[in-house]
Structures are given as C-alpha cells and as structure tokens.
C-alpha cells in the first residue's frame, strides 16, 4: 500500500513570494490534515478534511495561507506572501476517518529567506 | 479541554539499556492514545495506538506501551534499545470536542549513548 505523497520535499524562497505544497493521501483515506511542525516542536494542525469538505480551520491564517482538496483525494497548500516566520516543515496526513490513526507523509521544508 | 505531557524533554540511555518514555493525558473517557516517531528529517511514523480492551499494546519496532487509567499514563517501553532507535517520540490523544484532531504531546528526544 502507497504510503502519503508530499511534493516538493524541499523549498527556499524569498519573503513576499508565494508557494505551493502538494499531497496525495493513501488511497480511500477520506480525512486528509495539513500540519506545520517549526524545529523542535510538535505538530500545529492547520486544516482538516473531511473528503472535499473542511471540518476545521480555526488555525490556518488565512490572511495568507489557503488549502483546497477539491475532489476530495489530492490537496494543495498555499502561502502567498510567505513570511520569515512560515519557515518550517509541512506535513500533510491522512486517515480513514475521523478519529482514526493518522498516516504522515515526509514533510516539505520550506525556508524563508 | 484535552492535554498531553511529556514531562521528560530529552532522555539519554545507553545502547542496549531499557527505555521508558512517559506520557499523561487529561481526558474524562477512555481515551485514543497514540505513541508517534520522528527520526530527523522524516515525517512522523505510528508506532502503536490504543482505542480500548488489552491495556498493554504492542507495536512496531519492538516498542510496547501501557494504558493505565488510575494514572491516566500511556507509557512507552522499549526492553533494550538500538543506536537505531535515537529520534523524537510524540504521544498525541483524539479529542472528540475538537473534530477528532489530535492533541499532542511537545515530544520526547530520546538519545543513545554508544
């Protein structure tokens, strides 16, 4: 069984600029999780799916920061600007439903410079 | 509202010494408990979880861990470490007043002296 697929594993871009992060969760998995883990922390949930609809974004600043799974399998995560505080890694998650185990991609890192 | 705690930040033992990682949580019912791994720069892998019967669950790696409710403990152990096995471990619990997310633990770096 494919395990959860992140792109780009790795990210360096300039304050200002814009970025986008790519997941595709195990397949069937319908609550998909977009975390943002900063070095020597544990993970802050930014969104959470549940197929194409969000169950929760309450930590998501959305000033700046927009995620969409459309048909409700692959996800996308956005930072437009990005700032030197969004340096971190970005995991994403799935699961079979709510409640469930959650399954964690690599992460991207991204840093802001 | 759910809390996890790690109390020990950092714990240092010896290749080949037993190993127990302690986690307390705060949650009136029976928890989900789960015990995660991070080895540097890798994203977080399940080691074992705990939704209900046998108290004592086993899990990957050779890690074991134990539900008890008097202490409201979900305790790693582990009999004898692996220089393998050096990485950060994370003890996350469901919280059903919070859409099923999981709340999680700050961590536990576990480092291996040869």
């Known amino acids: 069984e494919a395990g959860v697929a992140q792109s780009p594993r790795y990210k360096i871009i300039e304050k200002r600029q814009s970025v986008a992060f790519w997941c595709n969760p195990i397949?069937?998995?319908?609550?998909l999780y977009w975390y943002q883990q900063i070095l020597g922390q544990g993970p802050k949930l930014l969104i959470q799916?549940?197929?194409?609809?969000?169950?929760?974004d309450s930590q998501l600043p959305k000033d700046r920061f927009s995620a969409e799974r459309l048909k409700g399998v692959d996800s996308t995560l956005k930072i437009q600007p990005a700032k030197l505080e969004d340096s971190a890694v970005y995991l994403c998650?799935?699961?079979?439903?709510?409640?469930?185990?959650?399954?964690f991609g690599p992460g991207t890192r991204l840093t802001v410079t | 509202a759910q809390s996890v705690t790690q109390p020990d930040i950092h714990i240092t033992v010896s290749e080949g010494a037993s190993l127990e990682l302690r986690c307390n949580y705060s949650y009136g019912a029976t928890p989900y408990l789960f015990w995660y791994v991070q080895s540097p720069g890798q994203g977080l892998q399940l080691l074992l979880k705990y939704f209900s019967g046998d108290t004592l669950v086993q899990g990957i790696k050779g890690f074991e861990a134990e539900f008890k409710r008097s202490q409201s403990s979900f305790n790693l152990r582990k009999p004898s470490v692996h220089w393998s096995d050096a990485a950060e471990y994370f003890c996350?619990?469901?919280?059903?007043?919070?859409?099923?997310?999981?709340?999680w633990g700050a961590g536990t770096k576990l480092i291996i002296k040869p």
């Open positions: 996350a619990v469901v919280s059903p007043t919070s859409n099923y997310q999981l709340i």
């Open positions: 799916f549940q197929n194409n609809g969000v169950v929760d």
């Open positions: 397949s069937g998995h319908a609550t």
């Open positions: 998650a799935s699961s079979l439903a709510l409640g469930q185990e959650q399954y």
